[in-house]
């Protein structure tokens, strides 16, 4: 095992060392609060680029929140020690599709410049018909 190797898999426990070091295909981590999920991938993550080759911008990681995606890739960045010319996507569900959509949109005919309603947004787009058919 490598310095740099041994230096990734530092402070994790056996299923998190099979999960970093995991060659072949998807992975999903499934555990409760506090169990080091986000440990776990950032490792992943940093493993997989520094050890395994892969480009980062080859790697997708997807997270619950915004929060959660930015301090992966704070960490990912502080574990391989520089900061690379392309990064990991890591993101929540709702910011990698929206960014897939707005790249491909053209491809099924449709302007990359759209607007996505949250439910606040529905439901103000909602009264505001109502007002104008004179309903409620």
Request: hydrophobic share 40%; net charge positive; aromatic share 2%.
């Given at each position: 095992m490598s310095n740099t190797e041994e230096s990734l898999l530092k402070g994790l426990n056996e299923p998190q060392r099979?999960?970093?070091?995991?060659?072949?295909?998807?992975?999903?981590?499934?555990?409760?609060?506090?169990?080091?999920?986000?440990?776990t991938l950032v490792h992943r993550l940093a493993y997989l680029i520094s050890q395994e080759q892969i480009p980062?911008?080859?790697?997708?990681?997807?997270?619950?929140t915004n929060q959660?995606?930015?301090?992966?890739?704070?960490?990912?960045?502080?574990?391989?020690?520089?900061?690379?010319?392309?990064?990991?996507?890591?993101?929540t569900f709702h910011?990698?599709?929206?960014?897939?959509?707005?790249?491909?949109a053209a491809a099924v005919g449709y302007p990359s410049h759209y607007s996505i309603y949250d439910e606040d947004d529905q439901l103000s787009l909602i009264k505001e018909?109502?007002?104008?058919?004179g309903i409620g």
């Open positions: 099979q999960t970093v070091t995991t060659r072949d295909g998807p992975i999903l981590v499934l555990a409760g609060a506090g169990s080091g999920k986000t440990k980062p911008e080859q790697i997708l990681a997807v997270t619950f959660a995606a930015k301090e992966m890739r704070q960490r990912v960045q502080a574990l391989i020690g520089r900061v690379a010319k392309s990064q990991p996507t890591v993101g910011s990698v599709s929206a960014r897939w959509l707005r790249h491909e018909a109502l007002k104008a058919q």
